[in-house]
């Protein structure tokens, strides 16, 4: 029986994309994200360059801040993620310089070459999304600081790279982005929403093909990077789309596929089962929203004299409340609405801990609404900046394309409200359609899966309404 | 009288109700905002649709302005030399004002807001959220399927 999205689009139906031959021709030339790379380390150097001449100056004028956290930040939620999954992995410079240490070339292949490096596997316990968690919330903490100083963009990025640089030494492939970048956890959550995805065509040739190319690699391409199992992709969470796979596959047996988004959510299998440490991402990437909605687009100066650490006291209070309130309140929050489900549904043999997790997932669309809707509020206001920037970089009195005396102008910020509530509604309307899903997942009976649907559906209603409050009332 | 025709009176009556209600009650509204980095205090002015609103905007460090979204105004203050905004507030909702002069580093986020009663957009995406949100909970839940969980996971 299919199963169609608000019932129009079945979930199940694909349109492989590397059928037509010029993008199947683009994801095996060796180029190809190899070109997109380069471009981008270009431009972080840039911008790089641009964080360290600006010093302390207003991160407004500043080439570095108005790119990553204004134009790229923005891409990230409203394009990349949404829509192409871990784009920005497939084309992120930050561990290109461990790759082409450790394979000793940057463009081509030298088969049986043995990796430069320690080539450490990464440790068991810590092969799971904890790690980016604590990573990512940690860096929250200097939001205040990194989005507006460009020296403190310029020491956030040189870490990352120098982390990413160091980890490749030691560790085998791409670890890093794999368990510690701080940016690839959220990617990896919000890419269960995107609307293509990687996969196998057949699997009878998967199966029949017994030297794994697409895992060790061969002389069109490396082994995957991501240490995943190409042939049996079931999710996109961990897929960094670096296309190695459809180098190395001999049969052209990997696809590029668009879909209906948010496919993922409804996979739950022992392969791709769903997961704590990924509902605590979920858990927190909603609470930095809340957070960092009332510390950067509310009114409330001692909120932003907490937040730029204009006090010691004021600033480990922020973080205290950050952490807290990402960690621990959300999530006990929609623990109480999860055994709410459990009782209502009059199930006594599915465990709590998998009502609470399988649930959990909703928060994938509805964060990702948020995200989208806090983007608005802060690309349209300051967008006009990057007109400045652009003609000047490096604040030298350029004026490259003639833009550098262009005066900030706020883009259709009189109907900034209109547009993120109705985001939040257009989101909310993809959370109930696959919590609904969830819930018949989540429950042995029908009826059981309704009357436990009901509390999620009303506490997902309730979180709906206090995001269009936040954004508009 | 068709149930379309009368429902199009109701709601044709209770918008000049509104309407009446709103206007009868316009007043002239005056607000000392003082501007500092990275704040402005009262961070927000509540005022009634149809209200003529006269803000003076003080400076009490550097330069700071003050952009208002949805009505396209703008005054700036430096100490010394105030700023000053009058205009009706004919639109309802919550607007946004904004500083518009770089005064450091936090000055993108320097904000703070206009709400004009009634807040008839806030209200409709409300109802809205409800909406959508109860005819998908009774279609999930009310409706006859004979369909049964999916454990094919």
Redesign the interface.
């Known amino acids: 029986?299919t199963?169609k999205l608000f019932g129009l689009v079945d979930l199940n139906a694909r349109l492989e994309l590397t059928r037509f031959k010029p993008v199947r021709a683009l994801f095996k030339s060796r180029w190809f994200p190899l070109a997109a790379v380069l471009v981008n380390t270009f431009l972080f150097v840039v911008i790089l360059l641009a964080c360290l001449v600006g010093g302390?100056?207003?991160?407004?004028?500043n080439f570095g801040i108005m790119i990553v956290w204004i134009l790229w930040w923005v891409m990230l939620m409203f394009v990349l993620v949404p829509v192409f999954a871990r784009a920005w992995c497939l084309m992120c410079p930050f561990p290109i310089f461990s790759d082409w240490l450790q394979r000793g070339r940057l463009l081509d292949v030298v088969p049986g070459r043995k990796p430069f490096g320690l080539g450490l596997k990464w440790p068991t316990r810590l092969r799971n999304m904890w790690l980016m968690n604590v990573a990512f919330l940690m860096t929250t903490y200097f939001s205040?600081f990194m989005t507006?100083?460009p020296m403190a963009s310029f020491i956030l990025l040189g870490l990352v790279i120098l982390t990413a640089f160091i980890v490749g030494l030691v560790f085998e492939r791409r670890n890093f982005c794999l368990y510690l970048c701080p940016v690839s956890g959220f990617q990896g959550l919000y890419a269960q929403f995107a609307m293509v995805e990687v996969r196998r065509k057949d699997p009878e040739i998967c199966r029949q093909h017994k030297v794994k190319t697409c895992y060790l690699g061969n002389e069109c391409g490396h082994g995957c990077p991501w240490l995943l199992a190409p042939f049996n992709f079931q999710k996109n969470t961990y897929c960094g789309m670096c296309l190695e796979c459809f180098k190395t596959c001999p049969y052209d047996n990997m696809g590029f596929n668009l879909r209906p988004p948010g496919a993922d959510l409804l996979?739950?299998?022992p392969r791709a089962p769903r997961k704590l440490d990924e509902a605590w991402k979920a858990f927190i990437m909603l609470g930095i929203a809340i957070n960092f909605y009332l510390?950067?687009?509310?009114?409330?100066?001692?909120l932003?004299?907490m937040v730029?650490a204009a006090t010691w006291s004021g600033f480990l209070t922020y973080i205290l409340y950050h952490t807290v309130s990402c960690l621990v309140i959300i999530p006990a929050i929609f623990l109480g609405f999860a055994w709410l489900s459990k009782r209502f549904s009059g199930n006594r043999e599915v465990p709590l801990k998998n009502v609470f997790t399988n649930f959990a997932y909703t928060l994938v669309p509805l964060g990702l609404g948020v995200w989208i809707a806090f983007s608005l509020g802060i690309i349209l206001?300051?967008g006009s900046?990057l007109l400045h920037i652009l003609s000047d970089p490096f604040a030298w009195g350029w004026n490259l394309f003639g833009t550098a005396n262009f005066p900030?102008t706020?883009v259709w910020?009189?109907y900034?409200?209109?547009v993120q509530?109705?985001t939040?509604?257009v989101f909310?309307?993809f959370t109930?359609?696959f919590g609904?899903?969830i819930?018949?997942?989540?429950?042995?009976?029908?009826a059981?899966?309704?009357r436990g649907?009901?509390p999620i559906?009303a506490g997902l209603?309730a979180l709906?309404?206090f995001f269009?409050?936040l954004y508009?009332? | 009288m068709s149930e379309s025709q009368v429902a199009l009176r109701l709601g044709f009556g209770l918008a000049l109700l509104c309407g009446l209600a709103c206007s009868a009650g316009a007043e002239e509204r005056f607000f000392e905002v003082r501007a500092?980095r990275?704040?402005?205090?009262p961070?927000?002015l509540t005022v009634n649709r149809g209200d003529t609103v006269r803000i003076r905007l003080l400076s009490e460090d550097v330069h700071h302005g003050m952009?208002l979204?949805?009505?396209?105004l703008q005054t700036s203050a430096y100490p010394g030399h105030d700023g000053g905004l009058r205009f009706v507030a004919d639109k309802p909702?919550?607007?946004?004002f904004?500083c518009?002069v770089?005064c450091?580093?936090?000055?993108?986020?320097?904000?703070?807001?206009l709400r004009v009663e009634p807040?008839t957009?806030?209200h409709l995406?409300?109802l809205?959220?409800?909406a959508?949100?109860l005819i998908?909970?009774g279609v999930?839940?009310l409706r006859r399927?004979q369909?049964?969980?999916?454990?094919d996971?």
């Open positions: 029986m199963d302390y100056s207003a991160g407004n004028y205040g507006v100083r996979v739950d299998n510390a950067f687009q509310g009114p409330w100066g001692w932003k004299d730029r206001p300051n900046y900030w706020p910020t009189a900034l409200g209109y509530g109705a939040m509604l909310y309307l109930i359609a609904y899903r819930a018949k997942q989540t429950y042995p009976t029908l059981q899966a309704r649907w009901t559906w209603t709906t309404v269009v409050w508009t009332g | 500092k990275f704040a402005f205090t961070h927000v952009y979204d949805g009505y396209g909702g919550r607007f946004s904004r518009s770089t450091g580093e936090f000055h993108p986020y320097m904000i703070g807001h807040n957009p806030f995406l409300v809205a959220v409800l959508v949100g998908g909970w999930a839940t399927q369909e049964e969980p999916s454990h996971r």
